[in-house]
Nanobody
Framework: VQLQAFGGGLVQAGGLLTLSCAAS????????FGWYRQAPGKERELVAR???????NYADSVEGRSTISRYNAKNTMSLQINSLKPEDTAVYYC????????????WGQGTQVTVSS
């Protein structure tokens, strides 16, 4: 299984960030698709997650200015965050999780996002 993340880079505060992720090697229609981020010196945290049925959950820090989407037919997901803030600076990781038995987690390689003020 491979997850490949695209997007990121240097973006201005107040701008729009769009990330995408493509998964291959299996079928994931029943799994959770999600985005996490890790800022320097901090633990990795959940940004947004979407269930197989399309129900999203967002971290409080991005609630109201983010949209996570999934496209089961293409095994892809995307994340948009608008009104970017310097504190959104982090390495962003896409993730696929199965809350099944046994559970499993797949991670993308991470993509750096730097928000300049």
């Amino acid at each position: 299984v491979q997850l490949q993340a695209f997007g990121g880079g240097l973006v201005q505060a107040g701008g729009l960030l769009t990330l995408s992720c493509a998964a291959s090697g299996s079928t994931f229609s029943g799994d959770y698709f999600g985005w996490y981020r890790q800022a320097p010196g901090k633990e990795r945290e959940l940004v947004a997650r979407i269930s197989s049925g399309g129900r999203p959950n967002y971290a409080d820090s991005v609630e109201g200015r983010s949209t996570i989407s999934r496209y089961n037919a293409k095994n892809t997901m995307s994340l948009q965050i608008n009104s970017l803030k310097p504190e959104d600076t982090a390495v962003y990781y896409c993730n696929i999780t199965c809350l099944c038995s046994p559970t499993y987690n797949y991670w993308g390689q991470g993509t750096q996002v730097t928000v300049s003020s």
